[in-house]
């Protein structure tokens, strides 16, 4: 009978079906990255086990990190033909690329597995799927980012704001706005948005108009944005450049004559971001 | 969500923005501020220890702030500022260790810690009439 069925599976084989011979040796790792907070992973498994005359059809469930980090899984395949795999976010509702899968075919166990062969790569979502034999394998960063908007940290007073580009992501920053409230301390406060890498600054931009005492101004910066001339009521530009920021940048105000009680609003931001899986 | 006051910078954030997606806060760097005080003395502080000072960007906006009232005691010129790493910051970011499930889960630093904030009452919720 075993016999019989083994011939089954080879003779479906031989008729073109794709597959991959599996030893029993094998496993599939999933590692993911994510960002979001709720979203699960569930791959779809059709498996010609090698003493059975019909596939095996299963799922597998796994659960990513919620902070960019990489999660990985390994499921034992069986003796017999890896016939296909599909990949689709399950539960939450993860935003396009912001969660990333890779399925390899592995043999071994955790750290000191040897990786054979990559299936799958790429984003997923509840409507995306990943799929093998067929979905490319696609890098983290191609194609459109998510687009998100954030709430920064408001900062104490007489402190500057400052965001960092969280781990595992890459950030374009489309648009920001924040206001400051400035003291009865006659001085003129000239706002300066920096870019630097953690440490060092490599670009600094500034609006046209300064802030005196007692004033209340809202800042907006946007990627492209034109560079005013002077200040508009309660409005002042600042023209963004086109920069993509990787982990641990920062974006910060350095303000000149900045005074005890000026007081920093939260910033908020329009970022398009890349999970960097790497 | 909650909200929670960083007890290093004492900035406030909420720890899940929009979509659902985790806030990873990192304090600020802390502004030095260098000045020459009214008895001739140079110092330099963060901005935050000049409270109760005026600073003034030069010694003729000094002297007009005294001419206009103010104390000169209590007017200090600044001569520079610069930014500099907080001592004890906090890093909500996670540092990037492999491990055999994938990376293991730390923070970068933990600085000194974070308390949360009670949330307000929320005044559209129905209020119960007393009969």
Request: net charge negative; with cysteine; glycine share 8%.
């Amino acid at each position: 009978m075993i016999a019989e069925t083994k011939y089954a599976a080879l003779d479906a084989m031989l008729a073109g079906e794709l597959g991959i011979w599996c030893t029993g040796e094998e496993s599939l790792r999933i590692t993911s990255f994510s960002g979001d907070a709720d979203a699960v992973v569930t791959l779809g498994i059709r498996f010609q086990n090698d003493d059975r005359a019909n596939p095996n059809v299963y799922q597998e469930r796994h659960v990513p990190n919620t902070d960019r980090t990489a999660a990985s899984s390994d499921y034992p395949l069986g003796c017999g033909w890896l016939k296909a795999i599909t990949a689709i976010a399950s539960s939450g509702a993860p935003v396009y690329a912001h969660t990333f899968i890779r399925v390899d075919l592995i043999r071994g166990r955790g750290t000191s597995a040897t990786v054979l062969q990559t299936l799958l790569q790429g984003p997923v979502t509840a409507l995306t799927r990943r799929a093998w034999p067929g979905s490319p394998i696609a890098a983290s960063i191609e194609g459109p980012g998510t687009m998100r908007s954030i709430a920064g940290t408001n900062p104490a007073a007489n402190a500057e704001i400052s965001e960092t580009v969280p781990t595992g992501a890459r950030w374009r920053v489309h648009a920001l706005v924040f206001t400051l409230v400035t003291d009865a301390t006659a001085a003129n406060r000239e706002v300066v948005l920096t870019f630097d890498d953690g440490t060092t600054v490599y670009y600094a931009t500034t609006p046209a108009a300064n802030q005196a005492a007692s004033l209340t101004r809202r800042y907006g910066a946007a990627a492209g944005g034109v560079r005013g001339a002077a200040a508009t009521a309660a409005e002042i530009a600042i023209a963004l450049p086109d920069l993509w920021l990787p982990a641990g940048h920062r974006l910060q105000t350095v303000t000149t004559n900045l005074q005890v009680t000026d007081n920093y609003g939260a910033p908020q931001l329009l970022v398009e971001e890349h999970l960097e899986a790497a | 969500m909650s909200r929670f006051r960083c007890n290093s910078c004492q900035g406030e954030y909420d720890d899940v923005a929009a979509g659902g997606v985790l806030y990873f806060h990192a304090c600020p760097p802390v502004t030095l501020v260098r000045v020459r005080l009214d008895s001739g003395i140079e110092d330099e502080r963060p901005l935050r220890a000049w409270r109760g000072f005026t600073i003034a960007s030069s010694d003729a906006q000094k002297a007009a702030l005294v001419d206009a009232g103010g104390t000169a005691a209590l007017i200090v010129v600044e001569l520079a500022r610069a930014d500099a790493p907080r001592a004890g910051a906090r890093d909500e970011n996670t540092l990037r260790r492999g491990g055999a499930h994938g990376e293991i889960r730390v923070m970068k630093a933990e600085g000194r810690g974070r308390a949360p904030i009670p949330a307000l009452p929320d005044p559209a919720a129905p209020v119960d009439d007393v009969v």
